[in-house]
């Protein structure tokens, strides 16, 4: 099914027609309201009047999530604070956190991009869906909560933790979809398989993710321990929240909603845009927000925007999953390096499980990287020669995908940290910076 | 499989400071007796192998506790407790090529006889052999209950 069709698969033409208009809108009153706005247009010398196709958009300079600190914490309201209806802050893990503020239209407009993908994934009105994602100013949990009644299905809107009574209201209510991060999708599973439930057990016909890098590997783990398809979710807060690409049934990429958030990659050195189909940066621009505009918002995120009709009709852009981000990639003995490559390396040994810590040293001069895995029963020999060979294999699987020596730690299981809520600390840099 | 292999607990540990204790700590409190206990190590992790008079239980007791463990099977053979005693036992094997992965032993406080425990290459053909050559071989109950 799909939510809005007219929208949805509008052809291309019409598309841009739209986009510009909306562009061009969104420019103007940024220009007009937001002082933040005005003022580096002025600098920059460049107006609303500039932008007269979408390849115009490069003429705008670039906002950061270090120019949304600076406007704290209501800078960049493009209306009166009566407006606003919610407000919504990313972790202030370095500083002040940035503030998004949404007016009704923005909730709806986030309602409405979120129904959309979950009716993609197949939900609709008679489904239950268990919402783990945290409820309070961490956008995850109300974004899906609001796509979730749009389309008028069931939420249940547990939040992270408690795992015990998510399994119980898994049962119970008979959940047809959950909404996890994929390391406390994990953390379910464990639970599950230690409790003795089987996924035929439940009802899960789809589970959403998002909200943490993963490789394609870990998808194939979550789906083959819940023998659920999951399906991906992308969204910033800075932006609106999760919603601004889901991915349909297809599993090739995200459909970005590109009536409402326009796309760009560009190169992060150069910050021109790359030719269409190469990765590079994501660079967002909100089209029809109206409470905050965020206008070339570079996301850090890594990816690459592929257009053409896909087979499940939609017409709208399609984006490949985060292989990584330009500020958490690595440089490790000069290298790049993504925490993301090495867990596919880890994930191609057969039995390993993605638990995993990557720690940087540098005891001299140079750079030691040391990756801790938890064995598993699948890895476990009662002979040191083949274990040994398992800790060689995943090593040399590592070197082949960065090009550099690893130390491979087999650690016991679970003795990496894994909260009950939250993200995993996947590295920890003890170099001196 | 033989009725005559002795199931030892195999279990994975890394090589730092209290792991040991605390594994040991688990089995005491189930009130049982540890028969043998041997180690293999390197520098970050190792196996720890006992051989228990309840098995199972210790088994699923420790993976209560999150540990890796495997039942493994090796054979426990009773050599005399003197010179030479376990060079006879390696010759058999020797002389029909069965590779010994590993083995560790301990003396009995009654008999005053060894026991060797053995971990071979291929079990079966092992057994055959050790059976063939008049070898004391010491069935499971014999061994858990000492």
């Known amino acids: 099914m799909i939510w809005d069709k007219d929208i949805e698969c509008m052809s291309s033409e019409d598309m841009q027609e739209l986009q510009l208009k909306r562009l061009q809108d969104v420019v103007y009153?940024?220009?007009?309201?937001?002082?933040?706005?005005?003022?580096?247009?002025?600098?920059?010398?460049?107006?609303?009047?500039?932008i007269q196709t979408l390849d115009d958009i490069e003429k705008l300079p670039f906002t950061t999530k270090t120019d949304l600190r600076a406007s704290y914490p209501f800078g960049l309201f493009a209306v009166d604070q009566k407006e606003i209806v919610e407000i919504h802050t990313s972790s202030g893990t370095t500083g002040k956190p940035t503030v998004s503020g949404y007016t009704r239209e923005d909730i709806d407009i986030w309602s409405e991009v979120v129904a959309r993908g979950l009716t993609m994934m197949g939900i609709d009105e008679n489904d239950i869906i268990q919402n783990t994602h945290g409820y309070g100013l961490f956008t995850g949990g109300f974004g899906v909560h609001y796509g979730g009644q749009k389309i008028g299905a069931t939420v249940i809107p547990i939040s992270t933790g408690q795992t015990l009574?998510?399994?119980?209201?898994?049962?119970?209510?008979?959940?047809?979809?959950?909404?996890?991060?994929?390391?406390?999708?994990?953390?379910?599973?464990?639970?599950?398989?230690?409790?003795?439930?089987?996924p035929s057990d439940l009802n899960l016909k789809a589970i959403g993710f998002g909200s943490e890098s993963w490789t394609e590997e870990m998808r194939k783990q979550i789906e083959d321990k819940f023998k659920t398809p999951a399906y991906?979710?992308?969204?910033?807060?800075?932006?609106?929240?999760?919603?601004?690409?889901?991915?349909?049934?297809?599993?090739?990429?995200?459909?970005?909603?590109?009536?409402h958030f326009y796309p760009e990659i560009i190169d992060s050195k150069t910050l021109k845009h790359v030719p269409e189909g190469k990765t590079g940066?994501?660079?967002?621009?909100?089209?029809?927000?109206?409470?905050?505009?965020?206008?070339?918002?570079?996301?850090?995120?890594?990816?690459s925007i592929h257009r053409g009709r896909c087979g499940c009709g939609r017409t709208f852009v399609k984006m490949d999953r985060i292989t990584g981000r330009t500020d958490d990639m690595l440089k490790i003995k000069g290298v790049s390096v993504f925490p993301s490559q090495i867990e596919k390396a880890l994930l191609s040994v057969e039995g390993v499980e993605p638990h995993y810590q990557i720690i940087l040293t540098r005891p001299d001069i140079l750079d030691q990287i040391e990756v801790k895995v938890e064995a598993s029963p699948e890895i476990f020999f009662d002979n040191i020669k083949e274990l040994v060979g398992i800790r060689d294999k995943l090593a040399q699987a590592i070197h082949d995908e960065?090009?550099?020596?690893?130390?491979?730690?087999?650690?016991?299981?679970?003795?990496?940290?894994?909260?009950?809520?939250?993200?995993?600390?996947?590295?920890?840099?003890?170099?001196?910076? | 499989m033989s009725e005559l292999f002795v199931d030892q607990l195999s279990i994975f540990l890394e090589n730092k400071e209290g792991r040991m204790l605390n594994t040991l700590d688990i089995i005491e409190k189930l009130s049982i007796n540890i028969r043998a206990l041997s180690i293999a190590d390197t520098s970050e992790f190792?196996?720890?192998?006992?051989?228990?008079?309840?098995?199972?239980k210790v088994k699923e007791e420790l993976e209560k506790h999150d540990f890796i463990v495997k039942i493994t099977k090796v054979l426990a053979v009773s050599i005399s407790d003197e010179p030479g005693g376990l060079n006879k036992i390696l010759r058999i094997l020797d002389k029909h090529d069965i590779n010994l992965e590993y083995l560790y032993a301990?003396?009995?406080?009654?008999?005053?006889?060894?026991?060797?425990?053995?971990?071979?290459?291929?079990?079966?053909?092992?057994l055959k052999v050790l059976k063939e050559e008049d070898a004391d071989i010491i069935p499971p109950e014999e061994i858990y209950t000492i």
Do not use: W
């Open chain 1, 281 to 303: 940066e994501l660079v967002l621009t909100t089209l029809t927000r109206v409470g905050m505009p965020i206008i070339r918002f570079r996301t850090h995120d890594v990816t």
């Open chain 2, 106 to 126: 301990f003396v009995e406080q009654t008999t005053y006889d060894a026991i060797v425990l053995l971990k071979l290459e291929n079990m079966d053909d092992g």
């Open chain 1, 165 to 198: 009574r998510q399994i119980e209201l898994m049962k119970d209510f008979k959940t047809t979809m959950i909404i996890f991060t994929p390391s406390y999708g994990l953390h379910i599973a464990e639970e599950l398989d230690a409790m003795g439930i089987k």
């Open chain 1, 402 to 433: 960065i090009g550099l020596r690893v130390n491979v730690t087999l650690v016991e299981p679970k003795t990496i940290d894994r909260v009950d809520s939250g993200k995993a600390v996947r590295v920890i840099d003890k170099r001196e910076k």
């Open chain 1, 232 to 259: 991906n979710i992308y969204g910033l807060t800075e932006v609106i929240g999760p919603g601004v690409a889901m991915e349909c049934e297809q599993q090739e990429g995200l459909h970005i909603y590109e009536d």
């Open chain 2, 46 to 56: 190792g196996i720890l192998r006992l051989i228990v008079d309840n098995p199972v």
């Open chain 1, 29 to 50: 009153k940024a220009f007009n309201e937001v002082p933040y706005y005005h003022k580096r247009y002025s600098e920059e010398n460049v107006y609303p009047e500039d």
